[in-house]
């Protein structure tokens, strides 16, 4: 079993800074809405000249979404990191329906992966509790309302951008997304949770085995030093016993 902590807390850091840079940048885009409104529908000519504020607000939205395609493309790298690791450390203790590469090919089908999540993620949550309730370990267990949500939540966002047209469908759309990755961050934050305490006790177990192991080979070498001796003692004894040789005759 790997040490798989460190991509999931980056995973998780990222997940919540993409969803910050999106907040921020709705605000900007509404901001800039909500002032320039009267520029965005007039088509005269004078009325299409930037003002500095205005610049600068264009400039901070353009610089916002470089950042968030970065954000994205990294959490992205450590979602996948992250899922063959986890998977990989589960099957080293049970069983699992998805193998860690069959895992990532699933998750990364355009779409359809982001249903597949769901339920590579539910069989994640039934394969780590189930090893935690074996080896009586106390944990927060990942409540099946926030993968139910989040599957809910893709899959109508998902028919109302296919189905979208209007402003309000792709408002809704949007709002169903965003409470959908809220929903994903909340279940791989918790889980990344167990697999510290997995991974906690499973090092204990490890240290403890190598101890056990260290103090029955010092028993064994023990053990054959104390038999070599009795066997050296005993010769000895025998040696001493013994009668002399008689004497011979000239």
């Known amino acids: 079993m790997q040490d798989n902590s460190v991509h999931g807390k980056r995973l998780v850091f990222w997940l919540k800074f993409t969803l910050a840079v999106v907040a921020a940048e709705v605000l900007m885009v509404a901001l800039a809405y909500g002032l320039f409104g009267e520029f965005f ?4 000519p004078a009325s299409l000249q930037m003002s ?6 264009v400039l901070l939205i353009a610089m916002s979404a470089m950042v968030l395609v970065i954000s994205v493309l990294i959490s992205v790298v450590y979602w996948f990191l992250w899922l063959y690791r986890a998977v990989k450390n589960l099957r080293c203790l049970t069983t699992t ?5 069959g895992a990532v090919i699933c998750s990364i089908i355009p779409w359809v992966g982001q249903v597949l999540d769901y339920f590579i993620l539910k069989d994640m949550r039934r394969a780590m509790e189930g090893v935690l309730q074996e080896r009586g370990m106390n944990f927060a267990p990942i409540p099946m309302r926030f993968l139910n949500a989040w599957l809910i939540f893709t899959i109508a ?4 951008s296919f189905c979208g047209g209007s402003m309000t469908l792709t408002i809704v759309s949007s709002l ?13 934050e918790m889980y990344v949770s167990q697999e510290t305490v997995l991974l906690q006790n499973y090092q204990g177990e490890e240290l403890r085995k190598k101890v056990d192991e ?17 066997m050296y ?6 040696a001493s016993s013994e009668p002399p040789p008689p004497p011979q005759n000239p």
């Open 214 to 230: 260290v103090l029955r080979e010092r028993e064994i070498e023990k053990a054959a030093s104390e038999v070599q001796a009795a």
């Open 52 to 57: 500095g504020s205005f610049f600068v607000l």
């Open 41 to 44: 529908q007039s088509t005269e």
């Open 233 to 238: 003692e005993k010769a000895a004894n025998d």
């Open 176 to 188: 169903f997304a965003l409470v959908a990755y809220i929903c994903a961050i909340k279940v791989v």
């Open 97 to 101: 329906t998805f193998s860690p590469w």
């Open 157 to 160: 966002s998902g028919i109302l």
